[in-house]
């Protein structure tokens, strides 16, 4: 380069661009909803749920054990729900 003379300037180079990569798949998720049914229990489950109450309360009265209480008043419970 000779004295006096500005650099020349760089020629516009254009930047690399990367490809956009752009999703085309779609999932469509269906749930059977109307095959779902809800149904009231059983009579006879709510004849088992009792019978498991009344057994509690005999174990209760019949044992020592501090959590038999508990359980009885478990039975109940479950058993008043199924009703």
Known sequence: MATGQTPAAPTS???RQAPVV???NKVNVALPFS???V???SRELAEL???VAELAAIIE???A???AAQLRMR???LAARIR
Do not use: M, S, Y
């Open 13 to 15: 180079v254009k930047p």
């Open 49 to 51: 749920a009792i019978l």
């Open 75 to 77: 039975a109940q419970a």
């Open 35 to 37: 095959k779902i049914t």
């Open 22 to 24: 752009v999703p085309t």
């Open 39 to 41: 149904e009231e229990p």
């Open 61 to 63: 009265t019949t044992t």
């Open 65 to 67: 054990d501090p959590d």
